[in-house]
């Protein structure tokens, strides 16, 4: 089974830094450690790096340190982080992605901003300006009004190829407790996939969870997303090392609490629930993300 996980993160507090990491994540996730969970890097397995949202002068410098990380890790691309609300330093911070030929995407987190913040006047230039330079956009954002701010940028700009990240980051629950998808959900996620351009991420659940999942528990959210996106615009993403934090980690705030095995775990989730789906698992766990962020 060959895996392009879609959503990595990577970092180091010694070397950027990171005001939001505390507990179990407040320490270094590079390549020694994701060597440590993965094994050897080879043909059947790559990455593509999401920003990890150091600090924001230092968004530059997070792309040439997973620069020199890449080989010996597997990253074949990197979502960028940038602000698309600065006009013309906006511009600027993509011009300066041309001479780092890894960066495919950015990511701009949404998720803390207001709602209606993606349909500023300033967000929506910056947006049209990844669309002209051929970048991608990942959507990280939570609850129904971010969807719909989602789906409004997808309607008015057709040509910004957008991915979501984590499904919207639906109300899960956890294993002992699951939740049910709620209607307001799926209804924002069909709507959303009702433009061709936007895929979807499967990722981002255990955290969801606080690291209390199953696999039974995700599939009801991967069905909604299959009967939405159809199985060409979904992807796989481990969210490592966010996701792999154990439920014991969450509550306890522990220094070391993740699960060693989380990667391969989700990918076999998703993998299986593909299978019983009958639907083309090479297309979830590899295809549709070489694609989506033109790695091939």
Known sequence: MRVLDSHLHLWDPSVLDYPWLEGPLRARFAAEEIAGTIGEV???????????DCLEAQY???IDWVTSLAEQVGVRGIVAGARLDRGAATVRHLDAFAERPLV???RHLLQGEP???AATPAFRAG???LAERGLTFDACVRGEGQ???VIRLAAELPELRIVLDHLGKPAVGTA??????SAEWANALTALAAHSQVFCKLSGLPAEARGSWSAEQTEPFFDVALEAFGPERLMVGSDWPVSAVTASGWNSGADAALDAGAIGAWADAVASWAASRAV?????LWRNAERFYRLS
């Open 104 to 106: 495919v995407g950015v």
């Open 127 to 129: 947006a049209a300006a």
């Open 115 to 117: 709602d209606g913040f």
């Open 60 to 62: 530059l410098d997070e």
């Open 176 to 181: 002992a407790t699951p939740s049910l998808p």
């Open 42 to 52: 080879g043909d059947e397995r790559g990455f593509v790096f999401v920003q990890a």
């Open 280 to 284: 083309d698992g090479d297309a979830i």
């Open 147 to 149: 969807l719909r701010d």
